[in-house]
């Protein structure tokens, strides 16, 4: 229920698979007003499974725009310190090359992000229509748009949803097997179950910790009056007025963020006023909307399932927007639950395959939301000198010592392919664990790991980008040649239990040597659910995978 990105992704990954579901979504249209605008090289490599990165790649800002961080004492004043993140044109090539090396990685560093998908830039409100076409393109989705659940109920053998139609009509009554919430942060699904949130709630900062409000808008001539090289995100950092600018066309339309101080609310803000306070300077300003939001939540959901009943996305738990992961977090949920629905739902895989989300997907929650609070804490907790505007030496030396420290802070939020590329179900009872520690889990630094549970690294095989190759659903890499006694006895275990499993042959001693054994069986959500000797005996192995033998 719920049709965010959580929502839509998860009807697509049912979709791919023919699974009759039936997505409930209480606004017929898509939202209007930007929100998250940061989807990570995880979120674009789902995407580029499902076959539609590019359409996504496409979306944003202009080609060859830098999707750059700029810190400055006001829009319009000194810049301070500048992160460089390739253009989406930058990007979309070096996928197209499947080099890990090539094109210009900016600031990221060309060997710190071996994915065919770097991250991307553009606004959720242009990412969802391209979801609700690709979901609403699968035969057995059906997409019910202005319908509002307005309550819930379960028992052994289903889940009852009472819906009542925006703006009116006779209500109606939708029975299922199984119901996701993907309701957002305050989500019917999740009060209904009676499971809270933990963490912290609305921490106070200077910025990033408290009432905030989101303005809209326009203007012809910012750019100009700004007078710097274009960026994503411009941050005014000084001791009178903060403020977040995103460039959300590259042309004429931004996007600020400001923190309102304690008492003051979101209707006393003149956003005119607060939007020429955070440039430094005039400018031509036409007003397309605002919306209020509080940061400071580092919120998880205590369980993310119970009985037929599952949480996805900001059901399950809800960011500071630092790092920009809520929405990324929200996305890897549903395809981790997407593929195990399906194979219970097919009869593919007993029900206790479903237990293992939780095990994999809230450490993942505990994980991300960490990360988002000590970048909000890093970056709101500055505080600016009162001169940090002043000419003369005293300025420019606080400048100086500014900038160093912002400069250190954005490469810690912005240079994470640990943390998007490193996501790992190290303890998962599906995953053929290895004994011994593995490496540190390290933000901004990612290793390629195989070990089981890891996500797949990414490798180009003769020109090809690996994942490209696997299957819909469970894949065999061989590096080695499968004589046809091996594939045999995976064929017989997997048509045995109604999975479907594809067989990949590669002979490349660089790909090997990366992975680190023979055989590797990947999963539908590519990550490794298991790596070995040719000639393992299939049954155990597989019968782990699909939550057998959880059942046993
Ligand atoms: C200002 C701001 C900036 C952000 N920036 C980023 C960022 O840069 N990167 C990032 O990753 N994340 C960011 N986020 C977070 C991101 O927007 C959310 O994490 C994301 O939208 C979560 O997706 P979702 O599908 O779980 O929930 P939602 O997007 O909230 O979708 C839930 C859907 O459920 C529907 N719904 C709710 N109740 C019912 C009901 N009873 N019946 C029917 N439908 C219902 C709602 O209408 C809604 O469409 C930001 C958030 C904010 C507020």
């Given at each position: 229920?719920?049709?965010?990105?959580?929502?839509?992704?998860?009807?697509?990954?049912?979709?791919?698979?023919?699974?009759?579901?039936?997505?409930?979504?209480?606004?017929?249209?898509?939202?209007?007003?930007?929100k998250a605008n940061a989807t990570s090289s995880r979120t674009m490599e789902h995407y580029r499974r499902r076959g539609f990165s590019d359409e996504i790649r496409a979306l944003g800002l202009p080609l060859d725009y830098p999707q750059d961080v700029v810190y400055c004492t006001q829009l319009a004043g000194h810049e301070l310190a500048r992160f460089r993140i390739p253009s989406r044109g930058d990007a979309a090539r070096r996928s197209q090359a499947g080099d890990p090396a090539a094109g210009n990685a900016g600031d990221y560093g060309s060997e710190a992000w071996p994915t065919p998908e770097l991250p991307h830039r553009a606004q959720q409100m242009l990412i969802e229509p391209v979801l609700r076409t690709r979901a609403a393109a699968y035969s057995s989705v059906r997409l019910c748009l202005g319908q509002r659940a307005?309550?819930?109920?379960?028992?052994?053998?289903?889940?009852?949803?009472?819906?009542?139609?925006?703006?009116?009509?006779?209500?109606?009554?939708?029975?299922?097997?199984?119901?996701?919430?993907?309701?957002?942060?305050?989500?019917?699904?999740?009060?209904?179950?009676?499971?809270?949130?933990?963490?912290?709630?609305?921490?106070?900062?200077?910025?990033?910790?408290?009432?905030?409000?989101?303005?809209?808008?326009?203007?012809?001539?910012?750019?100009?009056?700004?007078?710097?090289?274009?960026?994503?995100?411009?941050?005014?950092?000084?001791?009178h007025q903060r403020g977040l600018l995103i460039a959300v066309d590259g042309v004429e339309t931004f996007?600020?963020?400001?923190?309102?101080?304690?008492?003051?609310?979101?209707?006393?803000?003149?956003?005119?006023?607060?939007?020429?306070?955070?440039?430094?300077?005039?400018?031509?300003?036409?007003?397309?909307?605002?919306?209020?939001?509080?940061?400071?939540?580092?919120?998880?959901?205590?369980?993310?399932?119970?009985?037929?009943?599952?949480?996805?996305?900001?059901?399950?738990?809800?960011?500071?927007?630092?790092?920009?992961?809520?929405?990324?977090?929200?996305?890897?949920?549903?395809?981790?639950?997407?593929?195990?629905?399906?194979?219970?739902?097919?009869?593919?895989?007993?029900?206790?395959?479903?237990?293992?989300?939780?095990?994999?997907?809230?450490?993942?929650?505990?994980?991300?939301?960490?990360?988002?609070?000590?970048?909000?804490?890093?970056?709101?907790?500055?505080?600016?000198?009162?001169?940090?505007?002043?000419?003369?030496?005293?300025?420019?030396?606080?400048?100086?010592?500014?900038?160093?420290?912002?400069?250190?802070?954005?490469?810690?939020?912005?240079?994470?392919?640990?943390?998007q590329l490193g996501v790992r179900y190290l303890d998962s009872p599906i995953v053929a664990i290895e004994p011994g520690p593995a490496p540190q889990d390290d933000p901004n630094r990612y290793v390629p790991l195989a070990l089981p549970g890891s996500r797949a690294p990414h490798a180009v095989v003769r020109g090809k980008v690996l994942f490209d190759l696997?299957?819909?659903?469970?894949?065999?890499?061989?590096?080695q040649g499968m004589n046809d006694v091996e594939r045999a006895s995976w064929r017989a275990v997997a048509d045995e239990y109604g999975m479907r499993l594809d067989f990949l042959e590669i002979d490349d001693q660089a790909a090997r040597v990366l992975y680190g054994a023979d055989r590797v069986l990947i999963r539908p959500d590519h990550h490794i659910a298991w790596r070995g000797k040719a000639g393992a005996d299939a049954r155990p192995l597989l019968a782990l995978a699909t939550g057998r033998a959880m059942a046993a």
């Open positions: 229920m719920g049709g965010g990105p959580a929502g839509l992704m998860l009807a697509i990954e049912l979709g791919c698979r023919d699974i009759p579901c039936v997505l409930l979504e209480e606004d017929a249209d898509p939202p209007a007003f930007p307005v309550a819930v109920e379960q028992d052994a053998d289903g889940v009852a949803v009472t819906v009542e139609p925006e703006g009116g009509g006779e209500p109606w009554r939708l029975d299922a097997r199984y119901l996701v919430g993907c309701d957002g942060p305050r989500s019917m699904v999740r009060k209904s179950m009676g499971i809270g949130y933990s963490g912290q709630g609305s921490e106070q900062r200077d910025f990033f910790g408290g009432q905030m409000l989101s303005i809209y808008f326009r203007s012809r001539q910012l750019y100009g009056v700004m007078g710097k090289e274009p960026a994503w995100q411009y941050w005014a950092v000084n001791a996007l600020l963020a400001v923190q309102l101080a304690p008492g003051r609310q979101p209707a006393d803000i003149d956003p005119v006023a607060v939007a020429r306070a955070v440039v430094g300077s005039e400018f031509d300003f036409e007003l397309i909307d605002r919306m209020p939001w509080v940061a400071g939540y580092t919120l998880v959901a205590d369980k993310m399932a119970s009985g037929r009943m599952f949480l996805a996305g900001d059901a399950a738990h809800l960011f500071t927007p630092t790092g920009g992961m809520g929405y990324n977090t929200s996305i890897d949920d549903v395809v981790n639950l997407g593929w195990k629905l399906a194979a219970v739902v097919q009869g593919a895989a007993p029900p206790a395959l479903l237990e293992s989300y939780e095990r994999e997907r809230r450490p993942m929650a505990l994980r991300n939301t960490a990360f988002a609070r000590r970048m909000a804490d890093s970056i709101g907790n500055i505080r600016p000198d009162a001169d940090i505007d002043a000419a003369g030496a005293a300025g420019e030396r606080a400048r100086a010592e500014l900038g160093r420290r912002l400069a250190a802070h954005v490469a810690s939020e912005f240079n994470i392919p640990g943390l696997f299957g819909r659903d469970f894949t065999l890499l061989a590096f």
